[in-house]
């Protein structure tokens, strides 16, 4: 059976370690989603978006306000002012994130191995990220800056291995607080 194809980012699993409070940028120009992989610049407190082959991560977007702490369903790339998003930012934090799909499928033996992500777009109708797996990127386990490292499979009903949209349990590889690791504009 087809798994479903249900790309979010990085949805934290099970219990969260820790949320921290970021600031979005004033006008910044780049339409953010719950989930989407985000990396502190900065002062350490501005966050943009974690695009790239490689580049580090701080965490996944859990909620996202405006200046007045209102709480908004996603940034959008035109929005006027400052905003602030809650983070899960914690460097051991497990999060779900579903493989993309093209063409190479993730299987068993790939545990352990690390993978960089592929950007998506936000959803405008659920409000979830479009990040996925890069599994073309899969079989190149001695590269370690990619950005996430490969648990598991997650072994749940109607999530089948070895084909599209499979969903995988992931750290951070690349993580900003990992030692040795230094961000964008840091």
């Excluded at 602030?84 to 994130?97: G, K, L, R, S, T």
């Excluded at 109607?158 to 504009?185: P, S």
Aim: contains cysteine; aromatic residues 8%.
């Amino acid at each position: 059976m087809a798994n479903i194809n249900f790309p979010r980012g990085l949805q934290p699993h099970r219990n969260l370690m820790r949320a921290t409070e970021y600031k979005i940028p004033a006008a910044y120009a780049q339409d953010l989603f719950i989930y989407d992989p985000v990396i502190a610049i900065l002062t350490g407190r501005d966050i943009n978006i974690a695009g790239g082959t490689g580049t580090p991560i701080t965490g996944s977007i859990l909620a996202i306000y405006d200046l007045n702490k209102v709480p908004l369903s996603h940034w959008d790339s035109g929005h006027v002012g400052e905003g602030y998003c809650i983070v899960a930012d914690h460097p051991e934090q497990i999060f779900v994130c579903q493989g993309d799909g093209n063409a190479t499928f993730l299987v068993e033996d790939d545990s352990h191995a690390n993978v960089n992500l592929a950007s998506g777009s936000g959803s405008t109708i659920n409000f979830l990220s479009g990040w996925e797996i890069d599994e073309s990127d899969a079989g190149d386990a001695g590269v370690a800056a990619d950005q996430l490292r490969l648990l598991r499979f997650e072994d749940i009903t109607d999530n089948t291995i070895g084909i599209a949209n499979a969903d995988w349990l992931v750290q951070i590889n690349n993580h900003t607080q990992n030692a040795g690791i230094v961000g964008v504009g840091v």
